[in-house]
């Protein structure tokens, strides 16, 4: 009975993890990967050597990564308290009906939609211009990209990240809160000492799983706009792996960079969970 | 005895609390309100704008030059346009058979295997448990995976869009360990009437856990239906194309849509074309959104305890 699940973890798990030894070998796809020549770890000195593309889309990678782990992570934590000490339960669930809504569409919509309003023929622009106002160009300009993907990252998802800072509030004892005003806490403090360290182990959690993810962002939803502002700006490693790989056909060259980033993530997370065990959290595992 | 003066932390100490916390101060609530009108406008008032361009007249649209927010009279001739043939509705049938065969396949095949791994007879079930965890931490990658799916001679076909993403691990996890927390007694006694595996699972085991599969397969077939880089990366033929993929070559790419992409005769505002589109591929979602809602704090939950 579990063999059909089985066989669908083989074939699209485990066979492809060990297709990555076309990272170590000059892979040519009308001779297959079992004939084409072993080259030992040529395919790796595009990261060795300092590629101009790989490095390009490195330190892309790692500004967005930096900006939304310090932009955009906080947001669904203020979010959450502030949802959280609503008073009612009616407004507070309206809310949370509207603010999830978008992190069950696809990216193609969501691009879609912020052309459509702040692109320079979108809605907002039209406006300015039949008010005979400035326009602004914030779709198609390289240098307010990273914005715009900030901002649609914080459009699609800060409302569907509330849940689970919402659902741990929900745990913390009242008895901790009655405590701390019995001792003469105001709001500030009960926050300070009550709310906040009772957020502190998934906080935690989700930064570990961040730092793991660090050298993947958004994929499908900066290969949707690349075209418009240039890979200068927007090649990120997943991209570039594509691009590389799969468009240029440089198939060994690309499984070389996605192979390092696969295993970079796993060694971050690893490594984040030991710090966070030194600093006495539990972290994502214990063992 | 002289008589107690509160001091102002003890009045504070008798205000009503909510939840054992301090109710929010005027100000604090004014800026909530604030905050909280602003979000959801800023979700709510884009579909606006795209549902009243999509049926406004014509000349509204072309006036407005894109978007409106009113609509002066209702107009469908948009949804006839796409909806009476063409790239559109072939895409959209597309979209609704991948949809719901993935979401049955990938439904069956979880939990089965999530089913066997709760059975102690299982042989190697520790084993067979790591297996499916440990791949939740490795990714194979994009070119391996491309690579892979082509030597299975999937590249190009329909089943490329549904067999690769079959089997979510994490979602196997999750169905484990709901089916793990029945109560044992009620399937050991099945086991002793003498029911086979395949019949426990159907006649005890699923019944018992409907909320949770209906979740388990909501999840799956949003994510059917919002998948278009699988369809980008498998598929060479536009007349196989899923919705994503004609909205993202019609509406993101602003490519026209012209009278030979569609069977219409009269091809209505290019704008209000494109916001059909946007409108048929977001109303779906919309649909089963209220149900997904009721159930998934729920499922994200379990998934994060017990992941």
Not at chain 1, 45 to 54: C, H, Q, S, V
Not at chain 1, 204 to 219: P, Q
Not at chain 2, 170 to 188: E, K, Q, T
Request: glycine share 8%; aromatic share 10%; charged share 10%.
């Amino acid at each position: 009975m579990a063999l059909p699940g089985l066989v669908l973890l083989l074939a699209f798990q485990y066979v492809p993890l060990a297709g990555n030894v076309i990272a170590f070998k000059d892979y040519l796809p009308f001779i297959g990967i079992a004939e084409s020549d072993w080259v030992g770890l040529e395919n790796f000195e595009i990261i060795t050597g300092g590629d101009p593309r790989f490095v390009n889309a490195l330190g892309n990678t790692l500004i967005i990564t930096l900006v939304q782990v310090v932009l955009v992570f906080p947001i669904p934590i203020c979010l959450a308290l502030a949802m959280n000490s609503l008073v009612s339960e009616r407004i507070k669930r309206l809310v949370q009906s509207v603010l999830y809504l978008p992190h069950f569409l696809s990216w193609v919509i969501v691009v879609a939609v912020f052309q459509q309003f702040l692109g320079g023929a979108g809605m907002i622009n039209n406006f300015l211009r039949s008010q005979g106002w400035d326009t602004f160009s914030i779709i198609g300009d390289p240098d307010a990209f990273i914005p715009l993907i900030t901002a649609q990252v914080v459009w699609k998802d800060s409302g569907w990240a509330t849940i689970l800072f919402l659902a741990v509030l929900s745990q913390v004892s009242t008895e901790l809160y009655e405590a701390a005003s019995v001792d003469g806490a105001g709001r500030w403090r009960q926050m300070w000492h009550v709310t906040l360290p009772a957020l502190r182990p998934i906080v935690v959690l989700l930064l570990i799983l961040k730092l793991g993810d660090a050298l993947s962002v958004g994929f499908e939803q900066i290969i949707l706009q690349q075209q418009a502002v240039g890979l200068q700006a927007s090649e990120v490693l997943d991209t570039y792996v594509y691009n590389n790989g799969i468009v240029d056909q440089n198939w060994s060259e690309a499984a070389a960079v996605g192979l390092v980033k696969g295993v970079v993530g796993v060694v971050l997370v690893w490594g984040a969970n030991k710090v966070a065990h030194i600093f006495g959290e539990d972290g994502l595992y214990r063992t | 005895m002289s008589t107690i003066t509160p001091t102002p932390a003890r009045r504070r100490r008798r205000r009503p609390l909510v939840g054992g916390q301090l109710p929010p101060s005027p100000a604090a609530t004014v800026v909530k309100a604030i905050v909280f009108s602003v979000a959801c406008a800023l979700v709510v008032l884009p579909f606006v704008g795209i549902l009243s361009t999509s049926m406004a007249p014509p000349e509204q649209v072309s006036r407005a030059g894109g978007l409106v927010l009113f609509p002066e009279s209702l107009d469908f001739s948009a949804y006839q346009a796409i909806l009476s043939g063409g790239i559109v509705t072939r895409a959209l049938g597309i979209s609704v058979i991948v949809t719901v065969c993935g979401t049955l396949l990938s439904l069956t095949v979880s939990s089965l295997l999530a089913y066997t791994l709760t059975r102690p007879a299982l042989p190697f079930r520790r084993g067979l448990t790591m297996l499916v965890v440990i791949s939740l931490f490795f990714s194979p990658g994009l070119l391996p995976t491309y690579l892979a799916v082509q030597s299975y001679g999937l590249l190009n076909s329909l089943a490329s869009l549904i067999v690769p993403t079959a089997l979510s691990a994490f979602n196997v996890i999750v169905l484990r360990a709901f089916f793990g927390s029945l109560p044992s007694d009620i399937l050991d006694a099945a086991e002793i009437d003498g029911a086979s595996e395949i019949r426990i699972l159907t006649s005890i085991v699923v019944p018992l856990s409907k909320a949770a599969l209906a979740v388990i397969g909501l999840f799956y077939a949003v994510g059917y239906w919002n998948a278009f880089f699988s369809a980008l990366l498998y598929l060479n033929d536009s007349t196989m194309w899923p919705l994503q993929l004609v909205l993202r070559t019609y509406v993101v790419d602003d490519n026209a849509i012209t009278g030979y992409d569609l069977a219409a005769e009269a091809i209505p505002a290019q704008p209000s074309l494109q916001m059909a589109i946007l409108v048929v591929s977001v109303v779906p979602i919309l649909l089963v959104y209220p149900w997904l809602q009721k159930h998934f704090a729920k499922g994200a939950l379990t998934g994060a305890i017990k992941g």
